[in-house]
């Protein structure tokens, strides 16, 4: 059995022999050692396969949280996943629990990858940098569901140089905090919704075009999708977002009667779309940072899927005389040692 060979420079995606039975195709920037093919093609020998296996080696961004995502060449995408963006459904031998990340389609583009529920796939799999994950397709293809394989590199347990093949293990979820106070829900439908599964709220394109040489670039700032930004509001986010220069993309929130107490709510809920790939996902002390001064308050993960700002946040709203209209930029520091953020504010008379 013979694999894939080389990879285009010009496009990125994996070139296919015709002369060649394949059996796998690699990952985009994904090599195989002569160890790593070996034990690679005894699990494809034991396994049998009547499709086309994926793999990828396990980088950090595929394993690390709060956001790892597992990218899928386009080719592959094309000929094994849906058309569009959606769920699909994920197994490993040997275990009855089910896993649905979601699949982000970017049409032309080779930007496919799985989010949201391949992080809760990870942690119950002791997924970790440097394994490597065989993909294969079943024939359920309703449902679009895959059997994934996982080779744990035996030295991550200071064992010798190898790979050892994944067995039952138990699953550890994240922690979620149960929320105290009382928080309209909204409507889902389906199965578990994931960490990702608000992804969607991404609503504008990132200063940059989404076309460039990087598959998994990220925009320069998330807003809801259900808040959407005026053509002044979007121009003075802009030109704020590139004065700030923050490695992370920043998290835009336009005041509401419930987020500085009009409606005697005072709290705040953060964009998913950038809390679901950049904030922890369990209720905890946050520390923001504005003008030279720090309000301690309490960020709340409720219903596996938001993320809020509650306790101390009236302080912080009362402190900057903020008002509805007003815009709050959050600015994340990757760098402190507890989770901190700096917001700058935009007054609604500058837009």
């Given at each position: ?97 089910k896993w ?34 065989l993909l ?84 320069p700032y ?130």
């Amino acid at each position: 059995m013979a694999t894939v060979s080389s990879s285009s420079e010009e496009s990125g995606e994996n070139t296919i022999s015709k002369n060649v039975s394949l059996k796998y195709v690699l990952a985009y920037r994904s090599y195989l050692s002569k160890a790593q093919n070996k034990r690679v093609m005894k699990l494809i020998q034991e396994i049998q396969p009547e499709f086309t296996i994926f793999i990828s080696i396990m980088r950090r961004n595929n394993v690390a949280p709060p956001g790892p995502f597992l990218g899928i060449t386009k080719e592959y995408a094309v000929a094994h996943f849906p058309d569009k963006t959606t769920n699909v459904t994920l197994e490993t031998p040997g275990k009855s629990k089910k896993w649905h990340p979601k699949f982000y389609k970017r049409d032309e583009s080779r930007k496919n990858m799985l989010m949201g529920q391949w992080l809760d796939f990870v942690r119950d799999n002791h997924v970790q940098e440097g394994d490597i994950c065989l993909l294969l397709p079943t024939k359920d293809e309703i449902r679009y569901t895959f059997m994934i394989y996982v080779l744990h590199e035996t030295t991550h347990s200071g064992g010798g140089a190898g790979f050892q093949r994944i067995g039952p293990c138990p699953g550890s979820s994240s922690a979620k905090m149960a929320s105290e106070i009382h928080i309209e829900e909204e409507p889902t439908t389906g199965e578990h919704v994931s960490l990702e599964s608000d992804m969607q709220e991404i609503s504008h394109e990132p200063l940059e075009s989404r076309d460039s040489d990087d598959p998994f670039e990220r925009p320069p700032y998330y807003v809801p999708c259900r808040n959407p930004l005026s053509r002044s509001q979007k121009r003075i986010v802009e030109e704020r977002v590139r004065a700030i220069r923050s490695e992370i993309p920043i998290c835009v929130a336009v005041m509401k009667n419930n987020n500085i107490g009009v409606a005697q709510r005072w709290m705040l809920e953060l964009c998913s779309g950038f809390a679901s790939v950049y904030l922890p996902t369990m209720g905890q002390t946050i520390l923001l940072q504005c003008e030279g001064k720090t309000w301690e308050a309490k960020m709340m993960f409720h219903n596996g899927r938001r993320w809020f700002l509650n306790g101390g946040w009236p302080n912080f709203a009362r402190g900057n005389s903020l008002r509805v209209g007003d815009m709050c930029l959050f600015e994340l520091k990757a760098k402190e040692s507890k989770l901190t953020m700096a917001v700058h504010i935009i007054r609604k008379e500058q837009f």
